[in-house]
């Protein structure tokens, strides 16, 4: 057996800890697999005498990141500090330019960065390893990236917020509101105390940026990315959708097609005997569509330090082993443009609340109507005169534009009390 | 671009002829991925003028398969021949032999010489890549070796054959019989006219026990495997399964304890809000649980031209790219004894075809009792005094040995008109 892989671990929030942990608990296995040890020999961190669960005896110590690159101790760097500036990004630059192997689980960074770090990365011959950035113990990246290589991909999506995942599947088996499932998640630690970064769809962003460059062999571009969070999904209408056979679903959809590549985040409503309509509470899952294999899907655990640790511990027995692929996927990456969400096609699910009385769905169709947006139902129950009532309309795909035309008419008309509720259906 | 890596492909099957066009449509794209170009330079099939929708011109031509390991415009062997002897296993030896890395789609070879093969081919350090043998366009092999590499894994299971996972979607469907719907299969192609490799659940095992070689480390022993297939399901019990909250699968399931490993393939009840019991139709899906990663399923599909060609282009692109592994995963092998299907536990579904009399199903209960196993529930519909009517028990966890005294008794008893169904209860 060759030499230990020595390893420098920088941030030792719960995910690092695992990292260290796992490393030791499997060493054996681990080994076995890799072809020779891994043994982490550093760390970093802000505090030095936290209690982590994992003895830092032996371990070489410093308070700034940026030196594990330098440690002479240290053949490849982990970093799991997060945030796509600061240390995490002046760590992962310093240890691409000491010729060090890095293996981060930095999403935001990638999301951000990824085009220029992997040309650092990539001019040094130095691999970067990111399978904990995406759906946690999931191995998508590998999947994506080596298992249907041999495919043109059209299509990446996936629910790849746990805890956005978790709300809705609450919301649903509870009947609550988000922000009753949201205070609770925060009170039992499963979700921030700002929470905005899972809710608003932005992480989930970050890691369809990272699919989407992988499937498509195409720069990340966050700024092109449509991103709509959950905060607005109502208990009314996750009830509604399941009368209708759909379950609500936060959603990354990535597409590529003749006129170029097109990536949102947005709660979508699935169908109920969609394998992914089964995904629940804080699983994930990746989907992907090649020409080849058509469609594949990956389910698993998307957080915490177990999972994450095995997708780290996964990166560095790669390296071990000597394997590695462009960051990218691919030795050039493609210039395909944006498509922007205007020009999405789809069905959607309107829920308006109106008042009850007579002409006020003439009014609406005949708007609809105007815009060639074709109705496949209808739902209205009840009748309750001059009161506040929910009607919901289910569309043939239409064109978002023509939508949003069609919403601003008809949220201006007197009798819809509400701006409309608006979920986009998809297909999967 | 270096030089193109060149390819000889043993059989022009479906799958063969499937690689063949694969490497050529999506040729850029591969070359890209792989760091060079991968071009099929000679073929090896019975026939040579049949039309298989794919050019051979330009393409050396072998009748014998054998020959592709000694041609010397071939640096890697495709082998889709099939079958655990003769030319697929002569080819590959042969191949080993010559110091050429092989890319396989074969189960039965792999299931009942691996250990064999494999040591042949790490004594000449030649990479044998296999993700085609198990699941078609799923990159499980790819996800087990080393997506999970940091992993103990406990247990590895899945639908391993899209022939048996669409028989019994159609028999629930349309209530129908195994016969009914393996018929109507045949006649479309979907089951071979000789079934009984992928019903009796043999095509099942092979994969089966290649997955548990690699999830455990330790060689493949087909002769410890339980083998069950799906013949005896009925139309019945899938329907009662139903109103159990249950969904039948023939699953592959294998399992690590401190006892050892048991493996075993036989028709299961999942419940119905399990992942796996949404995985229809002609679909695979396998799953994994992990110490670190917890429990982990891919699916997509199983076989076809498409998929099996995806993942054997996959692994030309890893040789490629000089990404390897060990064979079956880590440098040495385990020896973790058989545990047999005598010692497996676990609830159980019995379906009784009983004349409705006073005293049956105490006389039935009370041997359950005898053997230590109790019961859940129980369900008897209406009554027919003297007529046959099928009674349902689904027990407590018991040990199969106890099960089997059990109904031995149960059978003999006057009352009962036919030998009991009996389904494992998996909470997958």
């Given at each position: 057996m060759t030499a230990p892989l020595r390893v420098g671990v920088a941030g030792l929030g719960t995910v690092g800890a695992g990292v260290v942990k796992l490393l030791r608990e499997n060493a054996a296995l681990i080994a076995g697999r890799a072809g020779r040890p891994i043994a982490v020999t550093a760390v970093s961190a802000r505090e030095r005498h936290r209690d982590r669960g994992v003895s830092l005896d032996g371990l070489r110590w410093h308070a700034d990141a940026k030196a594990l690159a330098a440690e002479p101790e240290v053949d490849v760097v982990v970093e799991v500090i997060g945030g796509a500036e600061g240390p995490a990004r002046r760590l992962v630059e310093a240890a691409i330019a000491a010729g060090k192997p890095v293996v981060t689980a930095n999403k935001a960074l990638l999301a951000t960065h990824g085009v220029e770090i992997a040309r650092l990365a990539e001019a040094k011959g130095v691999p970067l390893a990111y399978e904990a950035a995406v759906a946690g113990g999931i191995p998508a990246i590998k999947a994506l990236r080596e298992g249907l290589a041999g495919n043109r991909i059209s299509r990446v999506a996936g629910i790849l917020n746990g805890t956005c995942n978790y709300i809705l599947t609450e919301m649903r088996l509870r009947g609550l509101s988000f922000e009753a499932v949201l205070s609770e998640a925060q009170a039992l630690g499963y979700a921030e105390a700002d929470p905005s970064f899972d809710v608003d769809g932005v992480d989930a962003a970050h890691k369809l940026a990272i699919l989407a460059a992988l499937a498509f062999g195409r720069p990340v571009d966050l700024a092109s990315l449509h991103i709509e969070g959950?905060?607005?999904?109502s208990a009314l209408d996750i009830s509604l959708a399941g009368e209708f056979g759909y379950r609500i679903k936060l959603l990354g959809i990535a597409t590529r097609d003749e006129h170029g590549v097109s990536a949102r985040v947005h709660p979508c409503m699935v169908p109920l005997?969609?394998?992914?309509?089964?995904?629940?509470?804080?699983f994930n899952a990746v989907l992907a569509e090649g020409d080849a294999v058509g469609r594949v899907m990956l389910q698993g655990r998307g957080a915490g330090a177990g999972p994450t640790a095995s997708a780290v511990v996964a990166d560095l027995i790669d390296i071990a082993r000597g394997r590695g692929a462009p960051v990218w996927g691919a030795d050039a990456l493609d210039d395909a443009p944006a498509v922007p969400m205007e020009r999405h096609v789809g069905a959607y699910y309107l829920r308006l609340m109106v008042t009850d009385r007579p002409g006020v769905i003439a009014d609406v169709t005949g708007i609809l109507r105007d815009e060639r947006i074709s109705l496949e139902s209808m739902l209205q129950r009840g009748r309750s005169p001059e009161e506040a009532v929910p009607v919901v309309l289910v569309t043939h795909d239409c064109e978002e534009a023509a939508m949003r035309q069609a919403l601003a008419r008809i949220e201006a008309l007197d009798a819809v009390l509400e701006p409309p509720a608006v979920i986009r259906i998809e297909a999967l």
């Open positions: 959950i905060r607005r999904v005997a969609s394998p992914i309509a089964a995904v629940e509470g804080v």
